[in-house]
């Protein structure tokens, strides 16, 4: 697990060692054990190693033992033993254990082809010397993070934002559309950032550069066919096996390991099948207030699994205090409040073990969320006639906020594709009018969230809805908010998170699965938990899904009041949000009218992040160094 940097100069002109340098020293948390960089002509390489495999050999960039070709690789490739193997098999002669130098050998064997046999989690850049070929890719699922961008020097790769914000003539910019996005989203959806002309390469995708031009396309689509066929049992019997395998190679490591436990069947399941190859310590987080902490319950497992367990408690004032520097570490503002809590349990993993492993996937593959069951639960009103759910739509629209049935009849007299945007949303299409800065109240091109999923509906439309839910939340959610908190926050720490459910032959598996044995009458990943319950206490097996609590709804009516007035009327955004209305929620939440908690926290992470990037200026890359967060003295 590491960071890298790679700088492509289309003018053939030669890159600065010195810049190259800079901005890889930026992401010095991704990888603090070895720092290197390879200038060749127009072509450079920066990196710095989080050292997990092959300790002593496993430096990059890497060279190939006989020719001019070199590699950037953050990740992990657990197939790499198997692959390597197959290599010498073809005359291939390795230097190093490591699963780098995999990569560069399986590209000369198969060319761009080699992400296709790639089994693990992956973003790596090839430059190919000989055949002046820059080339690279990202895996299937978006599990580590590659950005670019194109300058009128060249192109610019790299494992964060804030390495390719040093380089010359990268502008620092809000890009309008997807800060539209954001407010549905509460991220970023791909291929976009917050920044204008800084791009995600997107899941499963690979790029070329040759003779000076970029080319992307996908080399994975995620694809469920579900096999009616078969029994409950084949199902069961085969999680029970793919996930024991997944857990078992996901151990390849020189270093030691540990794992986050929740106290869900998530982690849980993780844990236990990983307490059958070798002691392990957990981690857990929770907060000091009543109904917002899964530490009792993830204690219990530990004791039940019979784990070295470890945990923390984090205070109102300890979130608030760490708040800049996660913002920072995010690049980009995500506004899902758990990610403070993965801050915090990634820091206390980091005092234990160098790996840890963690639940994230598994909701999306075998159908963990609540949400998946409302297909079932508004059934009755595909049988209305259109003008009757038209009428039911504009009732429920002059119904008062918050009140009881409104979002049921809102949601029961839209189809899927108007009301399902994936896990969150936060602003409605409607509600953004009414926040919105004047800036983003007059394009002259109007901007709809609806173009984001409309094509991923269009790829999903001969699956059951509920299984189009998934398929959104695997292409937008688990991609924009889950595995991005997961790679920066424990990032942040030197930390390196596996995701022992996100793996092809998992999810090979799950997509065969019917949508009756993801989903019964009395709970969610149903298949799972039946394939669990043998090595997990009862009160694991039938726990309904709470995601990660935190306490942002009362907060915000306590303790951060003042902070978050004084955040937002001091707030520089005049040109994206309407300060007035905002204030406005911020007082009825306040005083109990509607729960606003999660519209003004995009808000304000909005704010934040816009005060560090784009109004700090080069401090916004010194972590120790932040400017002062306006409206920190009302804390």
């Known amino acids: 697990?590491?960071?890298?940097?790679?700088?492509?100069?289309?003018?053939?002109?030669?890159?600065?060692?010195?810049?190259?340098?800079?901005?890889?020293?930026?992401?010095?948390?991704?990888g603090p054990d070895d720092e290197r960089v390879h200038v060749s002509e127009h072509v450079g390489l920066g990196f710095r190693r989080l050292s997990i495999i092959d300790l002593n050999h496993g430096a990059q960039p890497l060279r190939h033992p006989s020719k001019d070709i070199w590699v950037t690789f953050n990740g992990e490739i657990y197939n790499y033993q198997e692959l390597r193997q197959w290599l010498i098999g073809k005359g291939h002669t390795f230097h190093t254990q490591s699963d780098t130098e995999?990569?560069?050998?399986?590209?000369?064997?198969?060319?761009?082809?080699?992400?296709?046999?790639?089994?693990?989690?992956?973003?790596?850049?090839?430059?190919?010397?000989?055949?002046?070929?820059?080339f690279g890719a990202r895996d299937p699922f978006g599990v580590k993070p590659l950005y670019w961008t194109e300058t009128p020097e060249g192109f610019i790769f790299g494992s964060e934002i804030k390495s390719l914000l040093l380089a010359e003539k990268t502008k620092r910019e809000v890009d309008v559309t997807s800060f539209y996005h954001y407010l549905t989203f509460q991220y970023v959806p791909e291929p976009g950032t917050m920044f204008q002309n800084i791009s995600k390469l997107q899941a499963g995708h690979l790029f070329l550069i040759s003779e000076d031009k970029l080319m992307m396309e996908p080399y994975y689509s995620v694809t469920f066919n579900p096999d009616e066929e078969k029994p409950l049992s084949y199902f069961v019997e085969g999680v029970r096996d793919i996930l024991q395998e997944s857990v078992s190679i996901h151990r390849i490591s020189d270093v030691s390991r540990g794992a986050f436990l929740s106290g869900g069947i998530d982690s849980s399941s993780l844990v236990s099948l990983l307490q059958k190859h070798e002691p392990t310590q957990t981690f857990s987080v929770g907060f000091d207030m009543f109904g917002y902490s899964e530490l009792e319950q993830a204690s219990s497992t530990a004791q039940y699994l019979g784990t070295d367990h470890h945990e923390i408690c984090i205070t109102s004032q300890q979130y608030l205090s760490t708040l800049p520097k996660i913002i920072w570490h995010m690049d980009e503002p995500v506004a899902d409040p758990s990610a403070i809590g993965l801050y915090f349990v990634s820091q206390l993993a980091s005092n234990f073990v160098k790996v840890v492993f963690s639940g994230e996937g598994a909701d999306e593959f075998f159908g963990g969320y609540n949400i998946y069951g409302e297909p079932h639960s508004l059934r009755h009103f595909q049988y209305l006639p259109a003008w009757l759910k038209i009428l039911l739509r504009k009732f429920a629209n002059v119904l008062p906020e918050g009140m009881k049935g409104k979002s049921f009849l809102e949601r029961g007299a839209q189809p899927l594709e108007q009301r399902f945007f994936g896990n969150a949303k936060i602003f409605t299409e409607e509600a953004k009018q009414q926040i919105l800065g004047f800036h983003l109240n007059k394009l002259e091109e109007p901007i709809s969230s609806y173009d984001v999923t409309k094509p991923l509906y269009e790829r999903a439309h001969g699956y059951d809805e509920?299984?189009?839910?998934?398929?959104?939340?695997?292409?937008?959610?688990?991609?924009?908010?889950?595995?991005?908190?997961?790679?920066?926050?424990?990032?942040?720490?030197?930390?390196?998170?596996?995701?022992?459910?996100?793996?092809?032959k998992v999810f090979e598996l799950a997509a065969a699965i019917p949508t009756k044995y993801k989903l019964s009458n009395s709970a969610t990943k149903f298949v799972l938990r039946e394939a669990m319950k043998d090595i997990l206490p009862p009160s694991v097996q039938h726990r309904r899904k709470l995601g990660f609590p935190v306490p942002i709804r009362v907060w915000l009516r306590g303790e951060f009041y003042g902070w978050a007035k004084e955040v937002i009327h001091s707030a520089n955004v005049e040109n994206f949000i309407n300060k007035s209305a905002a204030l406005q929620m911020l007082e009825q939440h306040k005083e109990g009218k509607i729960d606003y908690s999660r519209k003004l926290w995009t808000i304000i992470i909005f704010i934040i992040w816009h005060q560090i990037y784009m109004e700090g200026g080069d401090a916004a890359l010194i972590p120790d160094d932040f400017p002062q967060i306006k409206g920190a003295d009302a804390i």
């Open 1 to 30: 697990m590491c960071g890298f940097v790679t700088i492509y100069n289309k003018n053939q002109r030669p890159v600065s060692q010195q810049q190259l340098l800079e901005m890889t020293r930026v992401i010095a948390h991704r």
């Open 102 to 134: 995999v990569i560069v050998h399986l590209y000369e064997e198969v060319g761009t082809e080699c992400p296709k046999l790639l089994r693990g989690m992956f973003s790596f850049v090839i430059w190919d010397k000989e055949q002046d070929v820059l």
């Open 466 to 504: 509920a299984t189009k839910m998934q398929y959104i939340d695997i292409h937008t959610w688990l991609r924009g908010d889950i595995l991005m908190k997961a790679d920066k926050m424990s990032m942040a720490h030197s930390l390196e998170l596996r995701v022992p459910f996100i793996d092809k």
